[in-house]
């Protein structure tokens, strides 16, 4: 008989059934040597051969398939990372990825934008929805607040503003490049399906986009460096960074730097200026730019 150690995947099977509540899930509670489920009942549940299952946990039978690991996912009610580590375990790679958007953002990652004065940052969806940022982003790049929300879409923004394309260094090279991570973002994430409506809008409206988006480039967010014009200190350079967000695959985080002290100087003199917070705008009469895009062209290597 295989120990625990050479059969991780019984060990753990076997331990997560012994924590769900058999008289919760309609299961009489009476007569049982040990707490949790029984083989059968998880069997049961899992629309699977109790023998098949068995000799799963006692590690014989051969790697299960992947749709006998969902099945036995959902009868333990395993949470997501439970559900990937049975994954790992049985097939030694993680579950096709299943797209769910989330609601927005959590009270504490606010507070990660908001600690962070002189750098913007925002929080993209898979989908490229901008759904929070700083008020550093707001004077420097784009006031999203003042936008529906179906504008804060990147795409829409670089592709169907004048005022985003004007602030570029060079537009060809970051729709280009836009375009390219958004397809592997979508994809990677399993959204490919929810982008449909706004990738044929944009085909619509922007032959550009069209064009890239026959090209079927595909491209990796990571970090860079972002040129933009603004219409007070004129050229910024920032670098950018881009995070995962634990907890969240439908979000990204998105931080720029100032690329030299320079650049910080310019940053500084904008945001250390006297502004009206309940338009965004700085007292000299200057609204945010309208200029952000949460990328920028990829970084030498």
Known sequence: ??????????????????????????????RRRTPGLRREEVAQRAHISATWYTWLEQGRGG???AEVLERIASALMLTDIEREHL????????????????????????????ALPYSPALVKTTTWDVVAWNRAATLLLTDYSALAPKQRNVLRMIFCDPRVRAAQFDWDSVARFVVATFRADTARAGATGEVGALVDE????????????????????GNGI????HPVVGAIAYEYSSFAVDGRPD???????????????????????????????TLSGHA???????TGTPSAR
């Open 1 to 30: 008989m295989p120990t625990a150690n050479d059969n991780p995947l019984g060990t753990y099977l076997k331990d997560r059934r012994s924590k769900l509540d058999a008289a919760a899930l309609g299961y009489p509670s009476e």
């Open 63 to 65: 790697a299960p398939s």
């Open 87 to 114: 994954f790992l375990l049985g097939l030694g790679r993680p579950p096709e990825v299943r797209y769910r958007a989330g609601e927005g953002v959590t009270p504490r990652l606010q507070h990660v934008l908001d």
């Open 202 to 221: 944009l085909c619509r409206s922007s032959p550009e986009f069209e064009a890239l988006w026959r090209a079927h480039d595909v491209s990796a967010h």
């Open 226 to 229: 972002k040129r933009l014009h």
């Open 251 to 281: 979000l990204g985080l998105v931080i720029y730097n100032p690329a030299t002290a320079a650049d910080a100087q310019r940053i500084r003199s904008i945001l250390d200026a006297p502004s009206d917070t309940s338009t965004g705008r």
């Open 288 to 294: 945010p730019p309208g200029i952000d895009t949460p």
